[in-house]
């Protein structure tokens, strides 16, 4: 089986509390975070790499990244992907999901013939859970997204289950798919040893705009329906006051605010 | 008479015959741009999708709805983003309206992206803010890095203007007097075999039991400073004396000790907006505060005076989280006891 997964590079989620925004500027400081593999994508890369051992086959890293993030795709490789393909041109910067996932979609189509994409659910930075689908439209395959389940039969058929609010919904298609995974699907092997050394010497192809043969107008921010306008922190700052005393003490103070709240008799 | 432009369209989720509550949260949103925007003019109009769900279509009628947009069939019971995308683009593609919106639920989630790029125009994820700006432009705020960061999304040069909203972020409206138009749209000219690639062969929802977090006063939320199971248990107690819910973060789900994924709060989560909020153990990351922010009362009980949750509390507490809710559990019981024995 042919599988790409999409792999994106993000700030480590842990340190988002770092991330402020230049008042003078408006612009994102995110400056000594570190970037690693998007968490979820993790997991689309342990499901394809799981289906490589069940059928063969090749797992291929596609993604949009500054050149700067090679690093990360190497940790993809040294996973077990076979190779990665990174989409690195300035005429990408700037770009909204269907930018994106234009490039993207280009870039599946390149490496292929693939018989399988899989990418996260969400990305942790932007977040917009769009890509999946979009990226599924752009190539024409069917797509499904928040997969917490899926199986695929020798004869292409695959039942996948994604998660809705309260419960589940089993769907039943054929091959090519595109499945946005979430983390709820399986746990990501960790890297050994031997998986980074192997991730030296395994190819890592680096595509500018021209390489994908795309317009630039159609990339970038330049390329995107939507266009950012102000950055802003939100501002969660309330009174603070501080409860002193030994616990029994709060908890008097605390019983008399639930009792001026209305929500203790 | 003129004819009513339909500037806003809804998509509206059904699942089972019963109208998601995120679809009502989005019609107020709606409702209000048409009435407060002077730079937008036209009403509101719902796209319902299902088989024989009439009686919704109804029921959708009474929240400040011009017009119903009812596409019935049996091929449309159960959502499905070929036969929904298929249907709604046809019809997008037909009216043309200025203004595209979805609650971001599990199936929004995938119909609203796949819509996007079908009628190549821009959509805003997660939208905590909608308005309109002097140019008519929709002025969509959405979150980036799990809620630490706000910015503005336009989309200037192609319509519809789409924007997803998650459940929770917005107020259910009250139903109104008036009644929108139903109209009946014929289903077989709207949705074609052929664009239907995967078939939906299950549905599994159950309401969880108990009091749903986001429908209670008092929210108990527990995160990884509880320590244990046996801790979590005393969280289970105070909620109970409170009549209110527990809530957890991430790491408290992950170590097994909470009721559920249901009772997550945060960016992956639910957004919850009770009267008084207390968090035990939690150190107040982003991706948590950004679905506890609109509480009415905060309070946090960290060991740490330096936890980020101190700073977006009304009330904090340096101690260790178990003493706290061990002493409070005492001291309500001891009041309501004093109060029987009066
Ligand atoms: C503050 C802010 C707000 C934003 N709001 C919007 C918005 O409302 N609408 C909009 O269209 N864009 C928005 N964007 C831009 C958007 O985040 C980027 O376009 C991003 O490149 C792709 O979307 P995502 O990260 O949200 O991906 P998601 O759709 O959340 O990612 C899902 C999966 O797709 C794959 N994937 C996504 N991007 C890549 C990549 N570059 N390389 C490889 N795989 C990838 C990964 O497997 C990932 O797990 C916003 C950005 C910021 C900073
Ligand atoms: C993509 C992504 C999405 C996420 N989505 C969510 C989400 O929706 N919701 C969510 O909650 N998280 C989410 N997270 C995780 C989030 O980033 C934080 O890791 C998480 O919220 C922290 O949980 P916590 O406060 O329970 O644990 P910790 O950060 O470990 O904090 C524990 C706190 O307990 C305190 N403590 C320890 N012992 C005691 C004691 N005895 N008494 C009192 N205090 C004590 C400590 O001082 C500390 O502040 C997400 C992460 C990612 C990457």
Known sequence: MEIAVLLKPVPDPAQYDKIQIDPATGILVREGLKTVINPEDKHALEAALQLKEQYGGRVALIGMAPASAVETFREGLAMGAEEAFLCSDRAFAGADSLATSRVLAAAVKKAGPFDLVLSGSTSADGGTAHVPSQVGELLGFAHLTHVIQFEIGSDGLASVRTKMENGYRESRGRLPLVLGIRRELNTPRYISLMGIMAAQGKPVHVWSLDDLGLDKGKVGLAGSPTQPGKLYQPDMKRKGEVLQGEAWEVAQRLVGIFRSTGILG | ?342
């Not at chain 2, 500037?7 to 995120?22: P, T, Y």
């Not at chain 2, 995938?110 to 308005?131: F, K, Q, V």
């Not at chain 2, 789409?162 to 459940?167: D, G, L, V």
């Not at chain 2, 709060?265 to 922010?293: D, E, F, Q």
Request: net charge negative; aromatic share 4%.
């Open chain 2, 1 to 342: 008479m003129a004819e009513k432009r339909l500037a806003i369209w809804v998509v509206v989720e059904q699942n089972q015959g019963k109208l998601a509550s995120v679809s009502i949260e989005v019609l107020g949103q709606a409702a209000r741009l048409v009435e407060t925007a002077s730079a937008l003019s036209g009403g509101v109009a719902v796209v319902l999708l299902g088989d024989q769900v009439g009686d919704l279509a109804e029921e959708l009628s009474a929240y400040g709805v011009d017009q119903v947009y009812w596409v019935d069939d049996p091929r449309l019971k159960h959502y499905q983003n070929d036969s929904y995308s298929g249907v709604l683009q046809r019809l997008v593609e037909r009216e043309k309206p200025d203004i595209l919106l979805f609650g971001a639920t599990g199936a929004g989630e995938e119909l609203a992206p796949t819509l996007a790029a079908r009628l190549s125009t821009g959509l805003a994820a997660h939208c905590t803010g909608l308005d309109v700006n002097a140019d008519g432009q929709l002025v969509m705020k959405v979150p980036a890095f799990g809620g630490r960061v706000l910015g503005e999304i336009f989309c200037p040069n192609t319509r519809p203007q789409m924007a997803s909203i998650k459940p929770g972020t917005f107020t259910v409206p009250q139903r109104r007097a008036g009644r929108g138009e139903i109209v009946r749209e014929d289903a077989s000219s709207l949705l074609l075999d052929t664009d239907i690639r995967l078939t939906t062969v299950d549905v599994l929802q159950s309401e969880p039991l108990g009091l749903p977090l986001e429908k209670a006063d008092v929210v108990i939320a527990g995160g990884y400073g509880m320590g244990s199971k046996k801790n979590w248990g005393l969280l289970e107690q105070l909620a109970a004396e409170l009549q209110g819910a527990v809530g957890c973060t991430r790491p408290a789900l992950d170590e097994g000790w909470t009721a559920g994924e249901h009772t997550m709060i945060g960016t992956s989560g639910k957004t919850v907006r009770p009267k008084v909020y207390l968090g035990c153990g939690i150190s107040g990351a982003a991706h948590h505060a950004a679905g506890i922010k609109d509480s009415g009362v905060i309070i946090n009980v960290n060991r740490d005076a330096l936890a980020p949750a101190h700073a977006y509390s009304d009330y904090c507490v340096t101690a260790d989280a178990k003493k706290v809710v061990e002493a409070l559990l005492e001291e309500i019981r001891r009041t309501k006891n004093e109060k029987r024995g009066r």
